[in-house]
């Protein structure tokens, strides 16, 4: 009988642990993999060539749909770049607002991640958990911006509403005694701050349910622990960002080395791992969502004492309120220029980048002066790290390969866009 | 004496009770199942579903025709003719929104100028055909009127912030 040598294993792009639509192709030495090519691009949508024909605040819906895991933070990363082009500020509130948003962003994503990363890996009771908790805080974003997950909420110039004084209620059912009622809307009472209030002191022991489901049990480690080890130097090199990097021990967080709107005013540490293998990396981020949940708990603080303006008052770039809108002639002329025409930016180049929860997000827009950006280039985290892949996942077993993917925690939205 | 109490832990597979003692604690927890089609995830009056054009308490349809609406749409999902009324005001002859173009970002809802064309809470709306997803006037005006109660109640509960 001939010697079996190497063959070539197609995975995906419909497998479920590839997270959306990746497709490998491995080549493998009986169980072992030789080589990790990816291929991407099933799910471009030319977002980066749709941003070119549309005028500036039109392609906001758009940066929610690239990592949709992140939508908040990818607005926030396209918005900073219009800002910074533009050289306006938004006011403090908005700043706040835009920072609690974005942790509130990082925590649903880390959720989401560890749910599936586990399901992956074969940890099916934290996935049902997370869920739980992502709830909550989906209820916040459909409260705050009107969707559940596509927010569409930041614009140039701060945000477009400010947050309801009132959290939306379940309504009475026949399933539902009077008193199951009151106890699911018990944190339902008050504004969307006393519900994220609520939420920061009560998340932090589930992350200990999920920690103690995970963190020390034996199949968990034996899955993650040195697989897929990247060196602090390597990771640099490779030009990792995020999660990867500091799981590789470097601690390199935006928020901390460039702080944009106003981290550097918030208390809040940065993890860092040691080894750089999968189990680091779901270390940092179990304590990232601790110090998100830090972060949140203090913007509340800030956002409870200091009502004030959300939106800049610059009829050239934000529209003026409905109520003025309607009673005051140049404000609908503002009204209209704005809706039709939008802004005119200055010509020039800028890049702006923001530390999403998968890694550094970034805008880089070229402006020619026209009402549209001329070119909009988008730095997604995961792509960077999609192609390490190859490099990762040489030498290990097939069945690392979906812990390398849930590791990596690639969307698919973001590769492609 | 570390490895040895690690042997022990291992051997007395601590860490595997400890994680069935959270999902044992979870088992007789409320559960947080909804019976979907009757109860139902809480909204907000933020809530941007499909969409409904207005009219104003006399009956006159809201919308003038100035196309702030059609010309915000990034998706371009919205079409719209216009003509003059014998009464000399400008009124639409089509109005349509092909649902699988819009991406329900709101910004129709946030530019009209007369609070005609708004999102409404409804979220489940279903399709028989393709030709079904261009919704036109007539079906609009329709949800509008249907649920007129619930979205003037909506934009009344957001008016503050807007
Ligand atoms: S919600 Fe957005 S995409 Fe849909 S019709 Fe309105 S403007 Fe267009
Ligand atoms: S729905 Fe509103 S924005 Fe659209 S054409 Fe009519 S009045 Fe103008």
């Known amino acids: 009988m001939a010697e079996f040598q190497s063959y070539t294993l197609n995975f995906g792009p419909q497998h479920p642990a590839a997270h959306g639509v990746l497709r490998l192709i491995l080549e493998m030495e009986g169980e072992t993999i030789t080589r990790a090519d990816p291929h991407v691009g099933l799910l471009h949508r030319g977002t980066e060539k749709l941003a070119e024909s549309k005028p500036y605040n039109q392609s906001i819906g758009y940066m929610d749909r690239l990592d949709y895991m992140a939508m908040m933070c990818n607005e926030h990363g396209y918005v900073l770049a219009i800002e910074k082009l533009l050289g306006i500020e938004p006011p403090l509130r908005a700043q706040y607002i835009r920072v609690m948003m974005d942790e509130v962003t990082r925590i649903l994503n880390h959720l989401l991640w560890l749910g599936t990363h586990g399901l992956d890996v074969g940890a099916m009771t934290a996935f049902l958990y997370t869920f739980r908790e992502r709830e909550d805080l989906i209820d916040v974003y459909e409260a705050v911006s009107g969707a559940r997950m596509h927010a569409a909420y930041y614009r140039p110039g701060g945000v477009y509403r400010d947050l309801p004084e009132r959290m939306p209620k379940y309504e009475p059912t026949p399933y539902r005694g009077e008193k199951e009622l009151r106890e699911m809307n018990r944190a339902r009472e008050g504004s969307v701050l006393d519900f994220l209030d609520d939420f920061c002191h009560r998340f932090p022991a589930c992350i200990d349910d999920y920690e103690t489901l995970l963190t020390e049990n034996r199949i968990w480690k034996q899955r993650l622990v040195d697989v897929c080890v990247v060196g602090p130097e390597r990771a640099k090199a490779l030009g990792f960002t995020g999660p990867m990097l500091r799981g590789s021990g470097v601690a390199w967080d935006l928020r901390k080395k460039q702080p944009y709107e106003v981290y550097d005013r918030l208390d809040f540490d940065v993890p860092v791992g040691t080894n750089g293998d999968c189990y680091d990396r779901y270390l940092v981020r179990m304590e990232e969502l601790r110090q998100s949940t830090r972060i949140i708990n203090q913007c509340v603080d800030w956002l409870r004492a200091n009502p004030g303006p959300v939106r800049l008052d610059d009829p050239k770039v934000s529209p003026p309120s409905r109520e003025e809108m309607k009673d005051d002639m140049e404000s609908l002329i503002h009204h209209f220029k704005l809706f039709t025409e939008g802004y005119c930016t200055p010509p020039g180049e800028v890049y702006a980048a923001v530390e999403a929860p998968k890694g550094e997000f970034g805008a880089y827009i070229v402006s020619d002066g026209a009402n549209k950006p001329y070119r909009l280039k988008i730095r997604p985290p995961c792509y960077i790290h999609l192609s390490a892949m190859d490099e990762m996942i040489r030498g290990h077993m097939l069945a690392d390969v979906v812990t390398l993917i849930g590791s990596l925690d690639v969307v698919f939205g973001e590769v492609d866009r | ?162």
């Open chain 2, 1 to 162: 004496m570390r490895p040895l109490r690690e042997y022990v832990r291992s051997f007395l597979l601590v860490e595997l009770l400890q994680g069935l003692r959270v999902t044992g604690r979870h088992l007789f927890k409320r559960s947080v199942t909804l019976e979907f089609p009757e109860e139902v995830a809480p909204k907000s009056p933020r809530f941007r579903g499909l969409h409904a054009l207005r009219r104003y308490p006399n009956g006159e349809e809201r919308c003038i025709a100035c196309k702030l609406c059609e010309a915000v749409c990034p998706a371009l999902a919205i079409t719209i003719d216009s003509h003059q009324r014998a009464d000399g005001t400008r009124r639409t002859t089509r109005y349509e929104i092909d649902l699988f173009k819009c991406i329900y970002c709101g910004f129709c809802e946030e530019s009209c100028p007369v609070d005609s064309i708004v999102e409404t809470r409804i979220d489940w709306h279903l399709m028989e055909s393709r030709e079904q997803r261009v919704i036109g006037k007539e079906r609009l005006l329709e949800i509008g009127d249907q649920y007129e109660a619930q979205i003037a109640a909506d934009r009344a509960a957001d008016a503050p912030y807007r």
